[in-house]
């Protein structure tokens, strides 16, 4: 099985501290995804990497940045946590093999920043 | 740009009836579509798949969903919902970019069984 693992699963951080969230992946996937999702407006894309060292701006990346050094492992930093940062965060990855297009998710990362 | 939209944000349904959760889609291309759950407080769970080949795709949990390409629909069915069918649920599209997939969400259906 698949296994997509978050660094936490409960993060409570205050504002203007650099917040780390580290996502890896077991299943030698391409690509990695950073969401957050808030109450009534879906998920939303922060960034997501098609390689090592490769990113790509999803919808809604200001404040954030990312880093994919190994394959296997997707960071995603809060340079200076701001309060409208508090939200859940997921991360996923997903296989560029014919049919096997799916995305798997973790469990997910519920920061607070107070 | 592709899109997906879910036309209901909440849909009820008695224990044992069957149950529907719409989803619509827009693409240039082939469209290859996703159904996902989400359970409180967890990530999303892959459900099934569209990619090709039969319009009628079975997935995990009995859950089954009919593609339609002329209507660009792809609803969610169940024959006789189960309270812990209750959940938040997702369709989605691939994205094809120019460095590889994307995935384009729609805003979420809150399915509620009631006993």
Redesign the interface.
């Known amino acids: 099985d698949v296994k997509v693992t978050q660094s936490s699963r409960y993060l409570v951080k205050r504002t203007g501290e650099k917040v780390f969230l580290e996502c890896v992946q077991d299943m030698d996937h391409e690509n990695m995804f950073w969401y957050r999702q808030d109450p009534g407006l879906g998920l939303r894309l922060i960034y997501f990497s098609y390689d090592v060292k490769m990113k790509e701006k999803g919808d809604i990346p200001e404040g954030y940045s990312v880093s994919r050094e190994k394959k296997e492992r997707f960071s995603l930093i809060l340079e200076s946590a701001s309060t409208n940062q508090t939200s859940m965060y997921l991360c996923a990855s997903s296989s560029n093999r014919p049919r096997l297009y799916e995305q798997y998710f973790g469990p997910g990362t519920r920061l607070t920043v107070t | 740009a592709q899109s997906v939209a879910q036309p209901e944000d909440q849909v009820n349904v008695a224990e044992g009836n069957p149950l529907t959760v719409k989803c619509t889609y827009s693409v240039s291309g082939n469209p ?1 579509l ?1 159904w ?1 759950v989400q359970y409180p ?6 459900l099934l ?1 569209y ?1 090709t080949g039969d319009n009628l795709v079975k997935g995990s949990y009995g859950f089954e969903a009919e593609f339609n390409k002329s209507q660009t629909s792809f609803h969610l069915k169940k024959p006789s919902a189960l309270v812990s069918d209750s959940a938040l649920y ?1 369709c ?1 599209v ?1 994205e094809t ?1 120019n ?5 384009v ?4 259906t809150r399915l509620s069984v009631l006993p």
């Open positions: 290859y996703f996902y407080n967890r990530g999303l769970q892959f798949k990619i997702f989605a691939r970019t460095y590889g997939q994307n995935f969400f729609g805003p979420g």
